[in-house]
């Protein structure tokens, strides 16, 4: 049997159990959303300065950038989780937090003295980004894998990716309540990094763990 005549045969198979699947998938997000704040909440917690944090732009503008990339991320992974599935427009979406950051950028760029950029660029925690948004996403990103398997994503390695992209966004809108390197160029390194990794991470396991 070919592969496209396969995938037509699953998706025949499995359309009275989408519902199903829906219910899963929604019960998965709000297990690794759980595990994310457990993490969180354990290891670091959040930054003394947070009320008056949230009154300005730049620490708004953070979140938004990771909350952003979350939900894009949550709609492709959803259609990304059924073989046969049409991601149509959706592959875009997390161009919409890219572009919210370039803007960031370079308004940070226009505003502030250029001597500056590269003490905004580095912070002063870059290393425990790099350590505490994986760390934080480790749970979401199980939980995700999971959750995929009862899916069968007919793209192992590219759901797994984007399942790695969910939990890091959701690890960093977690992490982004206690970091006080509020800069979008800041965010621009360091987050994007750190998602990236986790993103690798949920690219290979995805294609050992959902493959069929």
Not at 42 to 59: C, E, K, S, T, Y
Not at 110 to 137: E, H, K, M, Q, Y
Not at 145 to 165: E, F, N, Q, T
Request: aromatic share 8%.
């Amino acid at each position: 049997m070919k592969t496209q005549e396969l995938i037509g045969a699953l998706v025949a198979d499995h359309a009275p159990s989408r519902f199903r699947f829906a219910r899963i998938f929604a019960l998965s997000l709000a297990a690794a959303a759980v595990a994310a704040a457990v993490a969180f909440f354990a290891f670091i917690g959040v930054r003394p300065d947070l009320g008056a944090a949230a009154q300005h732009l730049r620490f708004l503008t953070k979140l938004a950038v990771t909350l952003t990339l979350l939900a894009a991320g949550v709609g492709l992974l959803r259609r990304l989780a059924v073989p046969g599935a049409d991601v149509g427009y959706w592959r875009f979406a997390p161009l919409v937090a890219l572009a919210v950051l370039i803007v960031a950028v370079a308004l940070e760029l226009l505003a502030a003295p250029s001597d500056s950029w590269g003490a905004r660029l580095v912070g002063v925690n870059a290393r425990f980004c790099l350590i505490f948004i994986p760390a934080i996403a480790i749970g979401p990103l199980a939980i995700l894998l999971i959750a995929l398997r009862r899916g069968a994503p007919s793209r192992p390695a590219v759901a797994g990716a984007v399942a790695g992209l969910v939990a890091g966004a959701l690890a960093a809108s977690f992490y982004a309540a206690h970091c006080q390197d509020d800069s979008p160029l800041f965010v621009a390194v360091w987050y994007s990094l750190a998602i990236g990794l986790v993103t690798l991470a949920g690219s290979a396991l995805g294609a050992r763990l959902l493959r069929w």
